[in-house]
């Protein structure tokens, strides 16, 4: 496959008992072999930091045949609870992370994502919404902890859509997460939920793409068999947007990569 890379996982998924394992990671080493992806990069929640476990990151490491690189990673969000123990076990540990995935899932105490909360959706100016998860997403990118940003328009998950044209908010994000050199993720994973649609829209990647901000591909798996998920489909994307290069990360490094054949 020519989609190498794979930047957003979560081997704990969302479970705060599970614990990094040789056993837990080498089911995603099996599937990557299988999928041929070489580069992945594990980005548990932040909220399960004590899940991550260095040790055996590293000994798993070492069973690593040498075509194929996983990294350890961390996606920070901005859950009022738990982000502050997050973001201080990231700097506590910064130097042994490679890679640092800022997203937004929470508006004030409101988890939008979550599919229990949906009905608060009906509370809202979706507008004034959209506006709103945007300006959190800036703050995201302004954090000096976060080497890229995760599905940079979640807020859409459950299909409430904005009726004005936000593409000024959309432009203004942009602009940010270039002037702080950080990566824009592209995911798969917006195709497995109600809207149906890859994370960002293509209105977003076609910005991103114009201001030649540097982009991450991710399936955002919670499972091992979801890793590389619709990477045809992403391939698709990515050549009708005449993308060239992804990148990589090594401890917070980021090397673009050719994409060749697409
Ligand atoms: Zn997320
Ligand atoms: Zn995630």
């Known amino acids: 496959m020519t989609l190498f890379s794979d930047y957003h996982n979560h081997p704990l998924g969302h479970d705060p008992n599970r614990k990094y394992s040789l056993e837990l990671l080498g089911e995603w080493l099996e599937v990557a072999q299988k999928k041929g992806l070489t580069d992945i990069a594990f980005t548990d929640h932040d909220r399960y930091h004590e899940g991550v476990n260095f040790d055996d990151f590293e000994r798993f490491y070492e069973t690593l045949p040498a075509n194929i690189k996983f990294k350890l990673g961390i996606e920070l969000d901005n859950d009022p609870e738990t982000s502050l123990a997050g973001k201080r076990w990231i700097e506590k540990n910064y130097d042994k992370l490679d890679f640092v995935l800022g997203s937004v899932h929470f508006i004030g105490e409101w988890a939008f994502d979550h599919p229990s909360y949906k009905a608060e959706f009906e509370n809202w100016n979706i507008n004034k919404l959209y506006e709103t998860y ?65 994370y960002p829209s293509e209105q977003i990647i076609a910005m991103a793409r114009q201001k030649e901000i540097p982009i991450t591909i991710a399936s955002d798996a919670h499972a091992p068999n979801h890793l590389g998920e619709d990477y045809n489909r992403l391939a698709e994307i990515l050549k009708k947007h005449n993308f060239k290069e992804v990148a990589i990360f090594e401890k917070h490094k980021r090397i673009m990569r050719p994409l060749k054949d697409l």
């Open 134 to 198: 945007f300006k959190e997403i800036q703050k995201t990118a302004k954090s000096d902890l976060v080497d890229g940003l995760a599905h940079l328009d979640l807020i859409k998950i459950f299909n409430y859509l904005p009726t004005a044209d936000l593409s000024w908010v959309f432009e203004e994000t942009l602009e940010i997460i270039k002037k702080q050199n950080k990566t824009l993720e592209i995911s798969t994973a917006g195709w497995r939920k109600p809207i149906n649609e890859i």
